[in-house]
């Protein structure tokens, strides 16, 4: 039997097996979501979990609390919002009105953007059962965890808090949830730098240049190239062994000779005078600084105000 609270985990395995479905639409997993109780075909035999919630109506007007769940999903495993079920039994009575295929992605995704950061991926889906009409929404686990609010709304969300899903509820993230964050998110960076170094092992030195995404720079033997802030932003990168002539991923293509700009001048970021000790713990979360603990430790701060003891609230 399924495991409700690892829905995602669950979905995958078949027979034994795993099988990655790039769509997480697929009827496998609409099958699974919407499979409804045997003494009641019209109530659904999901509860709410760490990877599912549910809710009668869209109403963009509660913006706020969706972009509070969907940070929640982002910062755990991801997981579906389910529209148009009625809640306390989970009946399944379809949408009421247009109002979820009519709103507009990017202005759902320009919301987001605007209150949170990094980026919350999600992806919308029309569902049809028997005549009534459901909205899915995914959202899928951020890699750069954790998702921080940046700016207050409503009264729902505060600047500086992290939001996480547990069983069936969304709350500020608890100081032992963060930690694991913070570990996995170390762990990650130090195999992202243990891959990087075998890969450059079995390369000359003199075959290769550093491409540095945040200061613009592409530094081979001492000369250094500057990159457009406005081009830097379109970079994209490719798998290996993915690249198409059509259809894929915008690419930069260098053409001609590189000019010499005399007086260049590197960017520079302005650091506050008196740095909070929320200043440290979103640099780190930028990749701006190490450790919050060391930094914590070398600007004299006690014990008391440690990542240990700290929670966003």
């Given at each position: 039997?399924?495991?409700?609270?690892?829905?995602?985990?669950?979905?995958?395995?078949?027979?034994?097996?795993?099988?990655?479905?790039?769509?997480?639409?697929?009827?496998?997993?609409?099958?699974?979501?919407?499979?409804?109780?045997?003494?009641?075909?019209?109530?659904?035999?999901?509860?709410?979990?760490?990877?599912?919630?549910?809710?009668?109506?869209?109403?963009?007007?509660?913006?706020?609390?969706?972009?509070?769940?969907?940070?929640?999903?982002?910062?755990?495993?991801?997981?579906?919002?389910?529209?148009?079920i009625k809640d306390?039994?989970?009946?399944?009575?379809?949408?009421?009105?247009?109002?979820?295929?009519?709103?507009?992605?990017?202005?759902?995704?320009?919301?987001?953007?605007?209150?949170?950061?990094?980026?919350?991926?999600?992806?919308?889906?029309?569902?049809?059962?028997?005549?009534?009409?459901?909205?899915?929404?995914?959202?899928?686990?951020?890699?750069?965890?954790?998702?921080?609010?940046?700016?207050?709304?409503?009264?729902?969300?505060?600047?500086?808090?992290?939001?996480?899903?547990?069983?069936?509820?969304?709350?500020?993230?608890?100081?032992?949830?963060?930690?694991?964050?913070?570990?996995?998110?170390?762990?990650?960076?130090?195999?992202?730098?243990?891959?990087?170094?075998?890969?450059?092992?079995?390369?000359?030195?003199?075959?290769?240049?550093?491409?540095?995404?945040?200061?613009?720079?592409?530094?081979?033997?001492?000369?250094?190239?500057?990159?457009?802030?406005?081009?830097?932003?379109?970079?994209?990168?490719?798998?290996?062994?993915?690249?198409?002539?059509?259809?894929?991923?915008?690419?930069?293509?260098?053409?001609?000779?590189?000019?010499?700009?005399?007086?260049?001048?590197?960017p520079t970021k302005?650091?506050?005078?008196?740095?909070?000790?929320?200043?440290?713990?979103?640099?780190?979360?930028?990749?701006?600084?190490?450790?919050?603990?060391?930094?914590?430790?070398?600007?004299?701060?006690?014990?008391?105000?440690?990542?240990?003891?700290?929670?966003?609230?």
């Amino acid at each position: 039997m399924m495991n409700d609270d690892k829905i995602s985990k669950e979905i995958i395995m078949t027979n034994g097996n795993r099988h990655e479905y790039e769509n997480v639409f697929s009827y496998q997993t609409l099958e699974y979501l919407f499979e409804c109780r045997a003494d009641k075909t019209n109530i659904l035999k999901r509860k709410e979990s760490a990877e599912l919630e549910v809710k009668e109506n869209f109403n963009w007007g509660d913006k706020a609390k969706y972009g509070k769940l969907f940070c929640s999903f982002a910062n755990n495993k991801g997981g579906y919002v389910i529209f148009g079920i009625k809640d306390k039994p989970h009946k399944l009575v379809g949408l009421r009105s247009d109002n979820f295929s009519r709103k507009d992605p990017a202005k759902i995704t320009e919301y987001l953007n605007s209150r949170f950061s990094p980026t919350i991926e999600w992806e919308p889906y029309d569902h049809e059962i028997d005549g009534k009409n459901f909205g899915i929404i995914y959202i899928y686990p951020t890699k750069e965890k954790p998702v921080m609010c940046i700016n207050n709304d409503a009264n729902v969300m505060k600047e500086g808090e992290i939001y996480y899903r547990y069983s069936g509820e969304t709350k500020i993230i608890r100081a032992t949830d963060l930690q694991k964050i913070i570990n996995e998110r170390i762990e990650a960076e130090k195999k992202s730098w243990q891959d990087m170094i075998f890969r450059l092992a079995k390369e000359s030195p003199n075959n290769l240049a550093l491409l540095n995404l945040e200061g613009g720079t592409l530094e081979e033997g001492g000369t250094k190239v500057l990159i457009d802030e406005d081009l830097l932003s379109k970079l994209k990168f490719i798998k290996e062994g993915k690249f198409v002539e059509k259809g894929g991923e915008p690419t930069l293509r260098l053409l001609g000779d590189v000019q010499p700009i005399s007086g260049a001048i590197l960017p520079t970021k302005k650091v506050p005078s008196g740095i909070h000790r929320d200043y440290i713990y979103k640099a780190f979360f930028n990749g701006e600084c190490g450790l919050p603990l060391r930094v914590f430790r070398s600007a004299g701060l006690s014990n008391s105000e440690t990542p240990t003891t700290m929670v966003f609230c």
